[in-house]
């Protein structure tokens, strides 16, 4: 058997490749630095890192993934910019040149199309890994922040590109998502307290008409290829800027016998303080394992993309509403809030309070332990909160995206959808206001003096402000699942209600 090393030396040693490479690499320190050095994308990287950092278990490579994806998404929407027009008269019909005229056309869509809805998963995933190892504690703080902006600004790529198509599939997706900005308050005409109309509010900026049309489709277009494209290379500059500053968070773990004993990678780490200073060459240790990702991740899309096409639906049509609509699939959560709380509240404050409260994770958790590693002993309750929210997310997309019907109506996935099915709206009633107040006085006070004596250590260590400002995110986060079952088996559809002030919860 021909070894692989030897047809390796016998290509490193033929007349081509010598005369393509004029100098043999010699594996030498003083080299493995220089390849880091002097190569405009790899010094993005360290010299050297600490060996924890190359654990696969560690990241799963999902930042640099993300990254990835995002290089892929730029080549293969540059291709496709070649061919689509952002007109109501020609986008539908470029998609279909692209799937029946373009040589590798459906291709190059399909792998634009999955791999946007995998770097928006990706991403998520990526802030739950970092979210587990605590790499948002000092001094990650900021960039934690900076990586929230960045997941909002990969939501709207992905929403933006959704219209393109103009299929009833994009423009109905997109009426669903921007009726939410007409229902913001202030700056929405259908919102509480709007000093603004139809011509004027937020919805109209987006659309630049009150409806999913040219304008739309125009604005949709630049912000998709232009604008937000933009934002996510100074957002993720700042980022990658950022993690090089601040180090890769992995540290050294104790020996597994000192595992198995009880030993703490902190206590070990202040007897052992000449680990941390142990490193590897970046070149080829991390850059080969990020080279294989990359590879095992253009595979995995290649072949998703040769199996299975991209949607395109009939042409969009604005007076043929399919029901239900939805919203994409990373939106549908929100979507299906829309049934327990005012459109106001599922779509704009909702949103706003999940943003904040994720950028507000690093300065509200003020537990130091576990940066660099997985620990769960150590943070109970930061890690049940986020991992009960993480959940309650995926479990609410779950439920609009495959259990949603006709007139957004519940059916079991393997149950058809029946068009005529009386609707589960019937009998629904409010809560008397006095009612309902009591119990909204009864749930917050409750919430917030409960946990206070539960869990004195909890509150010591938080400090008053703190300890609010967490509990009106925690219960908030509860609120949820109570509105859920208040509804359907009580039949309550709003604790109180003051329709004059479009305040109904
Ligand atoms: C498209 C978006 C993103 C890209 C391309 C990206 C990319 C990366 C990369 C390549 C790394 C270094 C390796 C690693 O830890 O995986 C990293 C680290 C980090 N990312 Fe992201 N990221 C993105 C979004 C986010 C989000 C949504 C968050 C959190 C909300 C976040 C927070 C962080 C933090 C705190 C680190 C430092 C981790 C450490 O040192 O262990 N990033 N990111």
């Known amino acids: 058997m021909v070894k692989l090393t030897e047809i390796a030396r016998a290509i490193?040693?033929?007349?081509?490749?010598?005369?393509?490479?004029?100098?043999?690499?010699?594996?030498?320190?003083?080299?493995?630095?220089?390849?880091?050095?002097?190569?405009?994308?790899?010094?993005?990287?360290?010299?050297?890192?600490?060996?924890?950092?190359?654990?696969?278990?560690?990241?799963?490579?999902?930042?640099?993934?993300?990254?990835?994806?995002?290089?892929?998404?730029?080549?293969?929407?540059?291709?496709?910019?070649?061919?689509?027009?952002?007109?109501?008269?020609?986008?539908?019909?470029?998609?279909?040149?692209?799937?029946?005229?373009?040589?590798?056309?459906?291709?190059?869509?399909?792998?634009?199309?999955?791999?946007?809805?995998?770097?928006?998963?990706?991403?998520?995933?990526?802030?739950?890994?970092?979210?587990?190892?605590?790499?948002?504690?000092?001094?990650?703080?900021?960039?934690?922040?900076?990586?929230?902006?960045?997941?909002?600004?990969?939501?709207?790529?992905?929403?933006?590109?959704?219209?393109?198509?103009?299929?009833?599939?994009?423009?109905?997706?997109?009426?669903?998502?921007?009726?939410?900005?007409?229902?913001?308050?202030?700056?929405?005409?259908?919102?509480?307290?709007?000093?603004?109309?139809?011509?004027?509010?937020?919805?109209?900026?987006?659309?630049?008409?009150?409806?999913?049309?040219?304008?739309?489709?125009?604005?949709?277009?630049?912000?998709?290829?232009?604008?937000?494209?933009?934002?996510?290379?100074?957002?993720?500059?700042?980022?990658?800027?950022?993690?090089?500053?601040?180090?890769?968070?992995?540290?050294?773990?104790?020996?597994?016998?000192?595992?198995?004993?009880?030993?703490?990678?902190?206590?070990?780490?202040?007897?052992?303080?000449?680990?941390?200073?142990?490193?590897?060459?970046?070149?080829?240790?991390l850059v080969s394992r990020e080279f294989v990702a990359a590879l095992a991740i253009t595979a995995i899309l290649t072949l998703w993309s040769v199996l299975a096409h991209a949607p395109l639906e009939g042409l969009a049509d604005p007076n043929k509403t399919p029901n239900p609509s939805k919203a994409p699939w990373y939106f549908v959560g929100l979507q299906e809030l829309l049934v327990y709380f005012d459109p106001w509240l599922a779509g704009v404050v909702l949103p706003t309070m999940i943003l904040v409260g994720l950028m507000a994770i690093p300065y509200l958790d003020s537990n130091p332990l576990g940066v660099g590693y997985y620990n769960f002993r150590d943070r109970k309750f930061s890690v049940g909160m986020f991992t009960y929210g993480f959940t309650l997310w995926f479990v609410l997309i779950f439920i609009g995206y495959y259990m949603r019907g006709p007139g957004w109506e519940i059916f079991m996935p393997w149950e058809p959808w029946d068009h005529f099915r009386p609707t589960s709206q019937i009998g629904l009633h409010n809560m008397p206001n006095g009612l309902g107040l009591l119990f909204l006085a009864g749930y917050g006070g409750l919430g917030l003096i409960l946990p206070k004596f539960l869990f004195k250590d909890f509150y010591k260590t938080m400090g008053p402000i703190k300890y609010l400002i967490v509990m009106v995110f925690v219960l908030g986060m509860f609120f949820v699942p109570a509105k859920i079952i208040l509804r359907n088996f009580f039949k309550i559809k709003y604790i109180v209600s003051f329709p004059d002030f479009s305040f109904n919860l």
């Not at 007109?87 to 279909?96: G, L, N």
Request: aromatic share 16%; charged share 15%.
């Open 12 to 285: 490193r040693t033929s007349k081509i490749w010598k005369s393509i490479f004029r100098h043999t690499y010699q594996d030498t320190p003083r080299n493995r630095a220089l390849m880091i050095l002097s190569n405009v994308f790899l010094h993005l990287h360290p010299v050297k890192v600490r060996p924890a950092s190359l654990r696969f278990r560690y990241t799963w490579g999902l930042g640099g993934l993300s990254f990835y994806l995002f290089l892929l998404l730029t080549v293969s929407g540059v291709l496709l910019m070649f061919y689509y027009r952002p007109t109501v008269e020609h986008a539908y019909w470029d998609m279909k040149d692209l799937r029946f005229a373009v040589s590798f056309g459906p291709f190059m869509r399909n792998i634009h199309r999955w791999a946007a809805h995998l770097m928006v998963f990706l991403v998520m995933f990526h802030m739950a890994s970092v979210f587990y190892r605590s790499a948002y504690k000092p001094p990650r703080e900021y960039n934690w922040v900076v990586g929230v902006i960045l997941l909002l600004i990969t939501f709207l790529l992905s929403f933006t590109g959704y219209l393109l198509p103009w299929d009833q599939l994009a423009i109905w997706a997109v009426t669903v998502g921007t009726n939410m900005a007409a229902n913001a308050p202030i700056l929405g005409s259908e919102g509480p307290f709007s000093i603004v109309t139809p011509d004027n509010d937020a919805r109209f900026i987006l659309l630049g008409s009150k409806l999913v049309g040219q304008s739309g489709l125009l604005r949709f277009y630049v912000l998709h290829c232009v604008l937000l494209p933009l934002a996510f290379i100074i957002f993720v500059s700042v980022h990658f800027w950022r993690v090089r500053k601040d180090e890769f968070s992995a540290v050294p773990l104790p020996p597994a016998e000192e595992r198995r004993k009880g030993v703490r990678p902190e206590e070990w780490l202040k007897k052992n303080p000449q680990a941390l200073q142990e490193k590897v060459f970046t070149w080829p240790n």
